[in-house]
């Protein structure tokens, strides 16, 4: 027997993977260069471009210029570096280089396509700060605008430190990357146009390349669903009307952009990406990307739901310890050793052990498969005590899995019956023929 054989500790040193270091090498030779090199070829051909347009707001004259913070600006490029090898797995390393050189790419693209110049004369700077803003005009030229790929790289970045540093260590985090974030304005290097415009950047690549579940791209394929495509078109053309009133408008009304942006977010799901697309994990929580992203529409949507329940019981019980409701709040929920949640578009706002999760898109009928799935934990999860079914409303996708729940165990003899017995307790049920289908398809064990 081996020393290493016999150790106590062998064991634990063999079952702890080796962090990828050869691959994060592989990923920075490969990223670094790339961002030189695309970014300065960005910046040379809009400057072959005549009459290069800038979009200033009157209130950002009056923002101070601070040589100091380009000590901060600069610090990004150490973060960029590094965050490739604080990554733990392989999985992880290759989602994180897969968010910077999509950043990159798009940030590019915007560059070329709709070129944008900085318009703010810089004062001379001396000591540290001059030295490195003369390191930066090397390379850098007043182009290169918005989205910025700072800010979207300082997105990513935050996320990933964030994860990995110790609790104490975000105290310094934090402060230190809001620094980044407000020096792109106070070295004279953005507008403010550019910010939100990056940050929409960075947090379309987490969106993209999520840390848990699949990417978007694995299950882009346009739905023939007609319910699914005339809810899209609906949602697509609120987005245009927000979008046209910011455009219209102007001034702080551009912020209309942001429910704008949420409801095309939103429609996307509905027509190519389905539930899926609004990344709600199996413990009811919503990925970063998509509660910033879709934060105007996800308000409405709770909003709503408070407004159409308000005037009945939160929840009604339907029987053997297994009650319908809308999605509980924190109050509610303690209630509960179980919450069988059917909603796609709300997120749990705090942790529940019991939580679980079958993301179905509002007013379409959940899938057999999915009813089969809610069926069978509604009935394990009875075994720990009081389990609520919920979604947005508990008047449709819940109703669907309670009434294919007590058709399946038995509790009802009919598809009819299950759904009597459940709009006894919830009157204001709404079940249409797809849904029935469905319930009757579980039933039977049907795809």
């Known amino acids: 027997m081996t020393v290493a054989e016999s150790s106590p500790t062998a064991g634990t040193r063999e079952s702890v993977p080796e962090r990828p270091w050869r691959r994060a090498f592989a990923w920075l030779c490969f990223l670094a260069p790339f961002f030189y090199l695309t970014y300065g070829a960005a910046n040379w051909l ?74 703010f004369t810089q004062p001379e700077t001396d000591g540290l700060p001059g030295f490195l803003f003369v390191a930066l005009t090397s390379f850098d030229q007043p182009f290169n605008q918005a989205p910025s790929l700072h800010i979207a790289l300082l997105v990513i970045l935050w996320v990933l430190y964030a994860r990995h540093l110790p609790r104490w260590a975000l105290y310094l985090l934090h402060p230190w990357f809001a620094l980044v974030g407000v020096s792109v304005l106070t070295t004279y290097q953005h507008h403010f146009i550019d910010i939100p415009t990056g940050t929409l950047l960075g947090l379309f690549c987490l969106w993209l390349w999520p840390d848990r579940g699949p990417s978007p791209i694995s299950v882009f394929a346009l739905t023939r669903d007609p319910q699914r495509r005339r809810l899209a078109i609906r949602y ?142 509604i009935e394990r999860a009875r075994e720990n005590g009081a389990v609520l079914v919920c979604c947005a409303l508990g008047y449709s996708r819940s109703a669907s899995a309670v009434a294919a729940w007590l058709l399946i165990t038995g509790r009802a003899s009919s598809i009819q019956d299950a759904v009597e017995r459940v709009r006894q307790v919830r009157p204001r049920i709404v079940l249409g023929e797809d849904a029935l289908q469905a319930i009757e398809h579980a039933a039977r064990g049907n795809p």
């Open 46 to 119: 809009a400057s072959l471009r005549p009459g290069v347009p800038s979009i200033v707001f009157g209130w950002e004259h009056a923002i101070p210029f601070l040589g100091w913070t380009i000590i901060p600006y600069w610090s990004i490029n150490a973060f960029y570096g590094l965050s490739l090898f604080v990554c733990a797995t392989q999985d992880e390393l290759d989602t994180h280089g897969r968010r910077l050189l999509t950043a990159q790419v798009v940030a590019v693209i915007c560059f070329i396509l709709f070129p944008l110049r900085f318009t």
């Open 236 to 377: 697509a053309a609120g987005a245009l009307v927000f979008a046209a009133a910011a455009l219209l408008t102007g001034g702080a009304c551009w912020w209309l952009f942001w429910p704008a942006l949420a409801l095309a977010f939103v429609a996307a799901n509905y027509a190519i990406f389905g539930a899926a697309g609004f990344q709600k994990g199996a413990d009811g929580r919503m990925s970063l990307a998509v509660r910033l992203l879709l934060a105007p529409y996800l308000a409405s949507a709770w909003i709503n739901s408070r407004i159409w329940t308000r005037n009945e019981p939160v929840q009604a019980a339907v029987d053997d310890g297994v009650a319908i409701g809308r999605i509980p709040s924190r109050g509610d929920s303690t209630a509960f050793a179980s919450i069988v949640d059917l909603s796609a578009e709300m997120p749990a706002l705090h942790a529940h052990d019991g939580w679980h999760a079958y993301p179905t898109l509002d007013l379409v009928a959940p899938s057999p498969s999915t009813l089969r799935e809610a069926a069978a934990t």
